[in-house]
């Protein structure tokens, strides 16, 4: 063939060579492909409201007496007894950024140690936790057909505790406690020790239940207990160890309604609380409490308030 007859064909070939090396050197157009998966949001962080304790005090009066029946040491160890207990409870409702004012000094010469100075955070509430009687005797019931006596060391003390808003010093709630231990004979050679002061057992037991009714109180009325999850007849409550619940208790559960409006005074008195059946408690956790419906169920759901059934 004549060599003309190719010269077209070798210009093509030249030309389609030429773009394909443009092609590759271009970026490829983008694929449609899924979307990238947006990644979730973090749960924001919790906020935990901040409670101040005050150091627990008893009355003037009530030292004036203990020292003159010779018996304020027992009134002052009573006194420091309840104060760690009590910071102990609160923090155990894991429902506070606790501030305990009581070991001031010993956070002062820490700070101080490591060339600090120190200064206690803002709080949101302030507890205040007064001793407002204490009472140390013994009684001896004679019965005389039986020619036998009976001795028993009633043990008996009353705290006053108040919560405070921090910020405007309005009083939120005030509460009355009792604690109180009766002991036989037997047991009244082991409650006390020299002098009749209180044993350190029997100081423990009193001063912890007191403790534990005082923040169950706190805890109520900042944050009342509720359901967090339901199945089937086994209810999830947000209370656990050390706050006073236990396995065996009757809790009373009630579906919140409307806010509750004092017509005289227009200040707000909670909502509307509903019952709508009891559970048993079956279960405790370091966090939580599992529970068994009982009876009927009238509406009991996740976001209930549950509140213990008294004696």
Known sequence: MHASFFRPLSLRRSVALSLAALAAALPLPAQDSPAAATPAPAPAAATLKTLALAKVKATPAILSDAATEGRRNSIDRMS??????????????????????????????ENAASGQSFAFGKSDLTLVVTIDDFQDFTQTATFATLGKTATKRVIRFS?????????????????????????TEEALV???????ELSDSLLLALTRRMSEQISQRVADVA????????????????????TGIAAGQLWEVFAVGEE?????????LGRE??????????RVTPRTAQGEVTGEDLGIDRGAIVRRVEK
């Open 273 to 282: 609380e509903l019952s709508v059946g009891r559970v048993r408690i079956q």
């Open 80 to 109: 420091q007894a309840l104060d760690g207990q009590l910071i102990s409870a609160i923090q155990q409702t894991r429902k506070f950024t606790v501030l305990a004012r009581s070991d001031a000094d010993a956070l002062i010469e």
């Open 159 to 183: 705290a006053v505790a108040k919560l405070y808003e921090t910020a405007t010093n309005k009083l939120v709630e005030t509460a009355n406690f009792q604690e109180q231990n009766l002991d």
């Open 260 to 268: 509750l409006i004092d017509p005289d005074t227009g200040v707000s």
């Open 190 to 196: 082991n409650s006390s020790s020299s002098g009749g």
């Open 223 to 242: 944050f009342p207990a509720r359901i967090l999850a339901k199945t089937g007849k086994i209810v999830t409550i947000n209370r656990g160890d050390g």
